[in-house]
């Protein structure tokens, strides 16, 4: 056991391209954890270098997770495990969460140590609205399969956040425009590195745009969230209280649709009286 680490397992956030962007902190777990779980050595193993270290380091992905994991979570009992992505912090778009879950029920230590984000710093790119958002990760790649992921999310106010490669990200563009209607969106890439850019624009645009141009490197697409709804009209407002006032009391049929369609109480009571006269 390293003195300078507890035992447990340490979620470490890595740069997502520059790698001045690792923390202090982070640079700490990994160069002092017994062993490191990633997702592949050559990608870590630069970062490694990059802090002048070298520390052990053991394959943990989605095809061999079920075979690693136990001997992961022995380790944990007596030395410091560090757990890396590629980039970015991981259990995002990964099978890390399996781990921290195992980890937990074993009665072992865990610690996040944070740091860069792809989702998130695309939201800081976009310009959309931030307070209210959704992350969706990567689409399914089936027409119908991404079509109905995309009618599940249509109705949900807030802002989403999915993830996609630059052969796909026309289509996928497309088939937001289609689903969603023709939302404002960005499409950002290459995060924190020379390269960097954020295109903003509607959906049908950015589709256009990248029908036949894909572009290279890691893509993140954030998407605004629906428009606000058409205020009910008083055609409306009369139909919902006609109904309502078959089953309910006046005062309880106003306040029934009052909440239904965000319309005011008192006004509709008083018209249910009228309906009702």
């Known amino acids: ?89 991981p259990l995002i778009s990964d099978p890390g969460y399996k781990l921290v879950r195992d980890a937990r029920a074993a009665g072992h230590t865990v610690w996040t140590i944070p ?38 999310v249509a109705a949900i106010r807030a802002t989403l956040v999915l993830y996609e490669s630059g052969p796909r990200l026309g289509v996928m563009l497309a088939a937001l425009a289609e689903g969603l209607g ?32 894909p572009p290279k490197g890691e893509i993140v697409v954030v998407v605004a969230g629906p428009g606000a709804p058409e205020a009910a009209s008083a055609a409306d407002a009369d139909s919902a209280l006609t109904e309502a006032l078959t089953r309910l009391s006046t005062g309880q049929a106003a306040s029934e649709v009052a909440k239904a369609l965000g319309l005011d109480r008192k006004t509709l009571y008083a018209r249910a009286l009228e309906l009702k006269a």
């Open 1 to 89: 056991m390293n003195p300078d680490l507890s035992p447990g397992l340490y979620i470490v956030a890595t740069p997502i391209g520059n790698l001045g962007d690792l923390s202090p902190r982070a640079a700490h777990i990994l160069a002092h954890a017994a062993v490191i779980a990633v997702e592949d050595s050559r990608v870590t193993g630069k970062l490694l270098n990059h802090i002048g270290v070298k520390r052990p380091m053991t394959p943990y992905h989605d095809h061999n997770a079920e075979d690693v994991r136990p001997g992961l979570i022995a380790r944990m009992g007596t030395e410091a495990v560090a757990l890396v992505s590629d980039a970015g912090t």
């Open 115 to 152: 740091g860069p984000c792809a989702a998130v710093a695309a939201l800081t790119l976009a310009g959309l609205p931030t307070d209210r958002f959704l992350f969706l990760g990567f689409l399914p790649s089936k027409v119908q399969a991404r079509a109905a992921a995309i009618a599940e």
């Open 182 to 213: 023709d939302r404002e969106a960005a499409v950002t890439r290459e995060i924190s590195k020379h390269f960097e850019e954020a295109v903003t624009g509607t959906l049908s645009e950015l589709a256009a745009r990248y029908a036949e141009a």
